[in-house]
């Protein structure tokens, strides 16, 4: 079956600009949770949702970014006045639910660059 | 201290032999343990799950938790230079979010 998609798959923006990252979990898949990853580095964790609810949103590194889920399906990262800083791989993933078992499947990543 | 900790790197293994990767976590409950594989560019994919104390195999890939000494191991049979890439542990602590190590970074030598 199709897998996690992310959209787009590379950005390029203006410093100040604001962006909006698309992801689409695997169906049936209540769970959704973004990460990013700078070059080089491991995961961060930055929000995630249970159903369209975000029990957890403390990995967000500033007011500037926000995420909803509608329908309990699509997700939407939005990041706004861009710094270079916020560079990055955006990396969206889904699980079946947030259990004890809780395997995570990856979409590509939407690769931000911020000039 | 780290919660979950990974050799960096890189780790240099001859084609045919058995990589061994090794992950340690801190003292608290948990209780799923994963291995991901992620490709220069690529994002990360799950190859392994573990739940429960022991070995768990899968083809080449072998995952062995101890809980007592808190380490997660991969091992990888009969390497393929294929097999060259990041490979990141990531636990569940109690029900919270996984959180991962930094990932150790393989490559199989022709």
């Known amino acids: 079956g199709a897998g996690v998609s992310q959209s787009p798959s590379n950005k390029v923006t203006e410093k100040g600009k604001d962006v909006e990252l698309r992801c689409d979990p695997i169906s049936g898949h209540t769970a959704l949770y973004w990460y990013r990853q700078s070059l080089g580095q491991g995961l961060e964790f930055l929000i995630y949702?249970?159903?369209?609810?975000?029990?957890?949103k403390s990995g967000l590194p500033s007011d500037r970014f926000s995420a909803e889920r509608t329908g309990g399906s699509v997700s939407t990262l939005t990041i706004q006045r861009t710094q270079q800083e916020d560079s990055a791989v955006y990396l969206c993933a889904s699980s079946l639910d947030q259990s004890d078992y809780n395997e995570q499947f990856f979409g590509p990543g939407t690769r931000l660059t911020v000039l | 201290q780290k919660e979950v900790e990974q050799n960096s790197g890189p780790l240099s293994v001859p084609e045919g032999a058995i990589a061994s990767l090794n992950c340690t976590y801190s003292d608290r409950v948990s209780q799923s343990f994963f291995w991901y594989r992620q490709y220069s560019g690529k994002s990360p994919e799950l190859i392994m799950s573990?739940?429960?104390?022991g070995d768990k195999e899968d083809g080449r890939f072998t995952a062995q938790l101890n809980k007592a000494s808190q380490y997660v191991s991969l091992l990888i049979r009969d390497s393929q230079p294929s097999d060259s890439a990041t490979y990141l542990c990531?636990?569940?602590?109690?029900?919270?979010?996984?959180?991962f190590g930094t990932g150790t970074r393989l490559t199989i030598i022709p």
């Open positions: 573990i739940y429960s104390n």
């Open positions: 990531a636990v569940l602590f109690g029900n919270e979010k996984l959180t």
């Open positions: 949702f249970q159903g369209n609810s975000a029990p957890d």
